[in-house]
């Protein structure tokens, strides 16, 4: 078993893992017993810079007694020419478990699970998908609403090259949510029609009543030149900052997987403010992770040994 994707995946097995990341959450708080994977060892394979998901991996890893053995591309042999392919199998003879990857490349974790004998999981593909991040954003919104069925969620901003949108718009329609994406022609997916999602360009339509304002950031690393005039056009058309977010619900989430850019996506302070949920997320961001290890190495079993 794999974690690849959030299209993929059928609805029982993500609500499945949303029940897991509450039950471990609550386990964890209470200081109940937990499952111990003790002797099994996770590869984090980070080809791509990040913070809260690598460390997240490795403290969900730690509260569940794996092993890891972190490496990005720079202290391994890819940077020799070593293949992806090649890669994953020296991992696999060195007797490496299962394996968390990272990677420029849309797709390469796909490429790792056929050559790799245990649980791929995906932590960020391209322009793809990011299925634990969407896990965590659907756990934190299921514990401030109480469901996610019926709400509006809206995904604004650069939406073309963001797989948490990607991953997001799936778990969230799947979940019986009416999802909107908004943000400039130059950054919404081609096919975007056939995205279960109503697309908007213009901000206010899209905030109207929204129960959830998910921010996503610019990802300049993944653009080419010239699909936004500046910078500072960008922030006054689809800034979240106190005047804009008046147009959502007055209870709505704000939400951002992180990194955010203060002044672009956000003004400074709605943030920080009282319907910001972020460090929410960054903290549910670890529990979901205990949540897909264990359904991973324990499939249905994992359910009854967190109950105590
Ligand atoms: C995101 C990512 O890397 O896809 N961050 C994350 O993992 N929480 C979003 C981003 O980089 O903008």
């Known amino acids: 078993m794999h974690l690849l994707s959030i ?30 994977f003790a002797g099994k060892v996770v590869g984090m394979m980070f080809m791509e810079n990040s913070t809260r998901t690598r460390v997240s991996f490795e403290q969900a890893a730690r509260r569940l007694r794996l092993d890891t053995c972190t490496f990005g591309v720079m202290g391994s042999s890819m940077r020799k020419g070593e293949s992806l392919k090649d890669t994953v199998l020296t991992l696999m003879h060195e007797g490496i478990d299962a394996l968390v990857i990272r990677h420029h490349c849309s797709g390469a974790p796909y490429l790792a699970a056929r050559c790799f004998h245990g649980p791929v999981i995906n932590a960020g593909d391209g322009m793809h998908e990011h299925p634990t991040q969407a896990l965590t954003d659907g756990m934190t919104i299921l514990e401030r609403k109480g469901k996610i069925n019926g709400l509006k ?35 919404m997916p081609r096919l975007a029609g056939r995205l279960p999602a109503t697309l908007h360009y213009d901000l206010f339509p899209a905030l109207e009543g929204a129960d959830v304002v998910m921010a996503l950031r610019l990802q300049k690393e993944r653009m080419g030149q010239g699909l936004i005039s500046s910078l500072g056009e960008y922030a006054s058309m689809y800034q979240i900052n106190q005047r804009t977010i008046r147009f959502a619900a007055e209870d709505c989430l704000v939400m951002h997987p992180g990194p955010m850019n203060r002044g672009l996506e956000f003004d400074d302070r709605v943030p920080d403010g009282p319907q910001s949920v972020i460090h929410q997320q960054v903290e549910n961001g670890v529990y979901v992770k205990m949540a897909v290890f264990t359904w991973l190495f324990e499939g249905s079993k994992a359910k009854h040994e967190v109950a105590v």
């Open 7 to 36: 299209r993929e995946l059928p609805k029982e097995d993500i609500e499945t893992l949303l029940k897991l990341s509450l039950e471990m959450k609550t386990a964890w708080q209470k200081q109940q017993p937990l499952p111990s």
């Open 153 to 187: 969620v809206a995904i604004v901003g650069d939406v073309l090259h963001s797989r948490v949108a990607r991953s997001n718009m799936w778990l969230l329609s799947k979940m019986g949510a009416d999802v909107h994406l908004v943000g400039p022609r130059t950054l």
